[in-house]
């Protein structure tokens, strides 16, 4: 008898959303505290904490909502044989144009079209009503209803003119790849996300933000003094207009070798009114290059996705997976969603270990401001920042350790803190 992978898969799949549920049940209560952790009480003020608490309470209850109809949707497909129907419908969608549904990358890019369609479809409400009622309610949403289906159908078009060719090289591929097949994948999606690296930031990025470089003045000669100081092969300097769509604030660098851009979203320059403040944020983004943070975690990336694609190498003959998910044929595309379907154990795992190297090298580039003397402004910057993004003052210790990819304030606070009281 064969192996029953799709019960097995659909089983482990409700097991993690209990144990996600419980850990968000535990930052629930965490959010409903109504006092500020000890280590911000006088740091936040009792306005912005009750702002915060608002927001965040509002989120849990919308992501509750959404993450019950969503495993309620993935766990139905997969157990009453969806996916395998869709096939074949978007076989018979094929002949009905007079296409051949014999030609697996023809039959894999009308299937993807339905899926896209479906997850439009889907997703739409839950976006809607995030963007127009949550994060409006709280201040935030600064974009239109036009606004918001132009950057839609922009990605759609998007996704319509990049996805067809790279799904018929990745096809491709895999039928000629032989026994090399992992590496000709890993070789090729390395390239892929290289290109990518270059193009977005420069071609996509600009069709839904307007960049226009820092103006000359205070801010623009501080940032460029660091950097030089530094070495870093500063190029660009660019402010994003992301307040058309939303008051939260980010920065980020990007560029490859010695053509480095770095980019301020102007939210983030009107929240932190005192220069030092930016300059300290931009001196703690600096520390992820000093200290080859970037590189790190783009080889981590390689390692992991070549494994997977070893991982795949091994099961995409296994005529009993596939008929487990109700396939008759074996398509390329099938393979890799059933593939992803069953290591979900694995990626959770993978997913936590990589967050606490994350929040590691997030303590790092901390120190590594502190060092160049951005203590106080840094200190002063993240607290804006949490205030102004009105994010949660309190969090479950094990909800944080799961899921945050940068530790909560109150850790950073103490970590910068801790040395001053050292020399004390």
Sequence with gaps: MAFPYMEAVVGFMILMYIFETYLDLRQHTALKLPRLPKTLEGVISQEKFEKSRAYSLDKSHFHFVHEFVTILMDSAILFFGVLPWFWKKSGEFLVFFGLNSENEILHTLAFLAGVMFWSQITDLPFSLYSTFVIEARHGFNKQTIWLFFRDMIKGIILAILIGPPIVGAIIVIVQKGGPYLAIYLWAFMLVLSLVMMTVYPILIAPLFNKFTPLPDGELRVKI????????????????????????????????????????????????????????????????????????????????????????????????????????????????????????????????????????????????????????????AGLVKLQEENLSAMNTDPWYSAYHYSHPPLVERLAALDEPDKKED
Aim: aromatic share 14%.
């Design 224 to 379: 460029e003094n660091l950097a030089s100081s530094l070495k870093f092969p500063l190029k660009k300097l660019f402010v994003v207009d992301g307040s058309t769509r939303s008051s939260h604030s980010n920065a980020y660098m990007y560029g490859f070798f010695k053509n480095k851009r770095i980019v301020l979203y102007d939210t983030l320059i009107q929240q932190c009114k005192n220069v030092e403040e930016v300059v300290a944020v931009i001196a703690h983004e600096l520390g992820h290059w000093n200290l080859n943070h970037t590189m790190y975690s783009f080889i981590a990336v390689q390692i992991l996705t070549f494994l997977q694609f070893g991982g795949y190498t091994l099961v995409r003959n296994s005529k009993d997976l596939f008929q487990s998910f109700g396939f008759d044929t074996q398509p390329v595309l099938i393979g890799l969603i059933i593939f992803q379907h069953t290591v979900i154990p694995l990626q959770h795992l993978v997913s936590f270990g990589l967050n606490l190297v994350s929040r590691s090298f997030e303590f790092q580039a901390d120190a590594f401001a502190k060092k160049l003397g951005y203590a106080a402004p840094l200190r």
